[in-house]
């Protein structure tokens, strides 16, 4: 089951920020929040992962809310290439194995 | 590349036959996955591989659905009388498995067409 919701789609103008939302109300405290995105026809691309801070990476910035029941992941500055279904993970440690639970995502579109 | 591999990258078959994909992790990574994605949903999990530890199948939808991991890297998802609801692509990750920060890295898939 997945852990998250996120909206279905969302658009962007190219050149601004886009920011995308994800609830997770259910997380745990030691259960680690990632972020995918996955471009038509080929598999999913890691963005970015955090646990409590907020991260930033080349790519995108995560920032988390203090109480973990939300988090946005915030591309700076949209392009047509950051066109993608963009899914929000919280991976769950069961016995053994990290689970990623992937949901049906964002589909994001950048408009020029 | 040093990436997640997968074969074939397409596979049209017959109805009621069976069908072998195949998936070579990054080397050294100890944690292999399968998903399934049918066309337009999220991702579906369906088997993970740990080390030498037993596999966990709990998302293996039904007992025509098989994978094996071969001296803890190469995996193969053996699917038997297919039917034209797996038409899918199947999605292999894998990753280094640490207990913190952990990221799984995917493959380009194999997209299985059942006829």
């Known amino acids: 089951d997945a852990k998250t919701t996120q909206p279905t789609s969302m658009d962007c103008a190219e050149g601004r920020a886009a920011n995308l939302p994800c609830n997770h109300s259910?997380?745990?405290?030691?259960?680690?929040v990632y972020w995918y995105r996955q471009i038509h026809s080929q598999g999913p691309q890691y963005i970015i992962h955090g646990l409590k801070n907020n991260e930033t990476n080349e790519m995108a910035s995560l920032i988390i809310t203090e109480d973990r029941k939300s988090s946005t992941l915030i591309l700076p500055h949209a392009t047509l290439r950051d066109t993608a279904v963009y899914y929000c993970?919280?991976?769950?440690?069961?016995?053994?194995?990290?689970?990623?639970?992937f949901g049906t995502g964002t589909s994001l579109t950048v408009i020029p | 590349g040093a990436g997640v591999s997968q074969s074939p990258s397409n596979k049209v078959t017959e109805k009621g036959k069976d069908v072998e994909l195949r998936c070579d992790p990054i080397s050294g990574h100890t944690a292999l996955y399968w998903y399934r994605q049918s066309l337009g949903q999220g991702l579906e999990f369906l088997i993970y591989f740990q080390g030498n530890s037993a596999p966990d199948k709990s998302g293996l939808p039904s007992d025509r659905f098989s994978a094996e991991r071969t001296g803890g890297s190469v995996s193969t998802l053996t699917i038997q009388r297919t039917q034209q609801e797996d038409s899918a692509v199947y999605l292999c990750?894998?990753?280094?498995?640490?207990?913190?920060?952990?990221?799984?890295?995917f493959g380009e898939g194999s997209w299985l067409t059942v006829v």
């Open positions: 259910t997380i745990s405290g030691n259960e680690y």
């Open positions: 990750a894998s990753s280094l498995d640490r207990n913190s920060g952990n990221t799984i890295y």
């Open positions: 993970i919280v991976r769950v440690r069961i016995s053994i194995a990290n689970q990623f639970y």
